[in-house]
């Protein structure tokens, strides 16, 4: 910047753009505050409050009016951080006595509204870096001054006030504390400091603001209706999973019986799909060599997410954090001719990589999972069709499990990057021609693509809005040279196959966790690890139930009969709260007139249907899915 002889604020106000709702400006590329200083020249937009881009910072601005507040009703407590965060915000805690509770998070809201109200004005002060540590030493705040010794030398030290409340900060931020005005504290957690859980455990608390007072209440009923799809408690009250951290260990996932079915039956359609679809199937082991890791480079970039080694007859091995050098010592098992291109290869790998337990969260981040990967070895001249295949596959797949609102990234070249420009571009418009030969929307995401190879990542959409990243589709150009893999071509020589990585439902501890919280547990029917409940009206019935589950199984329908002695409305009550999608129930008229009253999740009573229309219209709905072949003919 140069020539800065007025704030931004007063330039929107020459410039006849200042109102009461503009808390914020684009300066250049940057966001910046109204009373920063700009030039004259350099392109000034200013963003009013109402604006999805204003959150961030209405966001980060809330985090230090609560963490004013908590300092104000609890003294003695120390700062950490205080971020924002996709739809709110949070800040961690070092307080002297106890941790908080969600008990607390009412008198803070009480607080922060004191503080709203006061209309007190953020500045942003720039210091020196002594003039920090000596405020910071004289508040006592110790994890301030650790945050500031890793801020590099030629980074400006900056603070934000409002009021007396100061906090070391790069900005941006509000006018002033009124303008947070749709807020709720939403909860409160423990975090380890930094993340590592050799740290000190710290006090979290979470909270969310919106530009307005409906869209803050939209959101609260929609994290209402997350609360009650969490799968962690559905995982327990279906009876699907348990994770057992003292006994067991964190993050280690173990199936119970339904929920190993449903499992199982995500398992065969994916496995059967893959086959469908000119995939093969391959296995590897659990455990690799050391020379293996460091050939495909994890020793080097990936080593803090792996397991220490074992030691074996005075040779290191490591447990697998990834698939993919197993598979690419599959091709290298043989000489390999153009003729067998492409090689499709799919595996449903189980996987180890080291979380930090304060990163744990259910199914959703686990230490264990069996990760979905396909890895496929191909021609330069084969890269787009494929990729194009992949991507049709890949939309079917998740059509069938019920995602159809997708958002969809391709990630570009990276400043840092390994390989020629001219494969790179090659590879990048594969990726958007097999894009755009779907028909489908994305978005660029420039530089994100890895050192290795540019990449589409897909997110699904659940039932409640939230995105989930699920398939990513890679090109890599950097394994099959570590590896030194090679076919045979036309002409006799050697050549240097093209590699492609894809994971399609990602983990599939992952994908199940969001199954469960998608269906809130009400799985569709053909993935229910129960379909069908056979419910007796009284003991006399309980022949003809039998002979009704025996048709159920015969057409490999999961089913089950309840010929208890406990009232029928006590029965139902039951098969709903496993969230059984059809309930049959049997009585004089259904066993006289062999059939059955239908009770079905979706459509409430049916009433009574002969037993052989069920039967056909269950053997359709109820089976197995198969994907059928994707391939253009």
Not at 51 to 62: G, V, W
Not at 209 to 221: E, I, P, Q, R
Not at 520 to 529: E, I, Q
Not at 539 to 564: C, M, P, Q, W, Y
Request: aromatic share 10%; net charge negative.
């Amino acid at each position: 910047m140069h020539n800065k002889t007025l704030t931004a604020a007063e330039r929107l106000k020459r410039e006849g753009n200042a109102s009461s709702g503009i808390i914020a400006a684009r300066y250049g590329d940057s966001i910046i505050d109204l009373h920063s200083e700009v030039d004259e020249e350099t392109t000034l937009t200013p963003i009013d409050f109402r604006k999805e881009e204003a959150l961030d910072f209405i966001r980060h601005s809330a985090a230090h009016i609560m963490a004013d507040a908590v300092q104000r009703l609890f003294p003695g407590t120390k700062v950490t951080i205080g971020p924002s965060i996709e739809n709110g915000f949070y800040y961690d805690f070092d307080p002297p006595d106890r941790h908080f509770t969600d008990e607390d998070l009412p008198l803070i809201e009480e607080e922060m509204k004191k503080i709203i109200d006061s209309r007190a004005e953020f500045r942003r002060v720039s210091v020196s870096r002594k003039e920090a540590q000596d405020l910071f030493s004289s508040m006592g705040e110790t994890y301030k001054l650790e945050i500031l010794q890793g801020i590099p030398e030629d980074t400006p030290v900056t603070l934000y006030y409002h009021g007396d409340w100061v906090d070391l900060c790069a900005g941006p931020h509000v006018p002033d504390t009124s303008f947070i005005k749709s807020f709720k504290l939403t909860g409160t957690a423990g975090a380890y400091w930094r993340g590592d859980e050799r740290n000190k455990m710290l006090s979290r608390i979470y909270g969310t603001v919106f530009a307005s007072k409906k869209d803050l209440k939209v959101y609260l009923k929609r994290l209402e209706e997350a609360r009650k799809r969490d799968h962690r408690r559905l995982g327990v009250d279906l009876d699907l999973f348990s994770i057992n951290p003292d006994t067991v260990g964190g993050g280690l996932v173990m199936w119970h019986p339904r929920g190993a079915r449903v499992r199982t039956i995500v398992e065969d359609f994916w496995r059967q799909a893959h086959l469908d679809n000119g995939y093969d199937l391959v296995m590897s082991p659990h455990i690799g060599r050391s020379r293996l890791w460091e050939t495909s480079g994890h020793l080097d970039h990936f080593a803090e997410n792996m397991y220490s080694p074992m030691n074996i007859e005075g040779q290191d091995y490591y447990i697998k954090p990834m698939n993919c050098p197993f598979h690419i010592s599959i091709y290298k098992s043989r000489l390999r001719s153009y003729r067998e291109l492409p090689l499709r290869w799919a595996e449903l790998g189980t996987v180890y990589r080291f979380e930090r337990s304060g990163q744990l969260h259910g199914l959703l981040r686990v230490r264990g999972f069996t990760q979905d990967d396909a890895h496929l070895f191909l021609t330069r001249e084969q890269l787009k069709s494929e990729i194009a295949k992949m991507i049709r596959f890949s939309i079917g797949i998740l059509a069938a499990f019920g995602f159809e609102d997708l958002d969809i990234k391709l990630s570009t070249r990276p400043e840092r990057h390994i390989g020629d420009l001219s494969i790179w571009d090659e590879a990048e418009k594969a990726l958007a021609d097999g894009l755009d030969s779907q028909d489908i929307a994305y978005s660029l995401d420039p530089g994100e693509g890895t050192f290795y190879g540019p990449k589409i990542d897909i997110k699904i959409r659940d039932a409640i809005g939230r995105a989930w990243q699920c398939t990513t589709i890679q090109v890599d150009f950097n394994e099959p040279e570590r590896f030194d893999i090679t076919y045979i071509g036309e002409d006799g020589a050697k050549h240097r196959p093209v590699m492609l990585h894809r994971t399609l439902l990602g983990s599939l501890e992952r994908f199940m966790g969001v199954l469960i919280e998608h269906y809130a547990g009400a799985f569709p029917l053909w993935l229910a690890p129960e379909q069908v409940a056979v419910l007796t009206v009284a003991g006399r019935h309980e022949t003809f139930a039998g002979k009704v589950l025996k048709e159920l199984n015969g057409l490999d329908i999961r089913a089950s009969v309840d010929a208890g002695s406990s009232k029928l409305g006590a029965k139902i009550r039951e098969a709903r709260l496993r969230r059984v999608p059809h309930i049959l129930v049997i009585g004089d008229r259904e066993e006289k007139e062999n059939g059955v009253s239908l009770r079905s999740r979706e459509k409430g009573d049916e009433g009574f249907i002969s037993l052989e229309s069920y039967l056909e219209r269950v053997s359709i709905s109820g089976r197995m899915r198969r994907l059928g072949n994707l391939e253009e003919t």
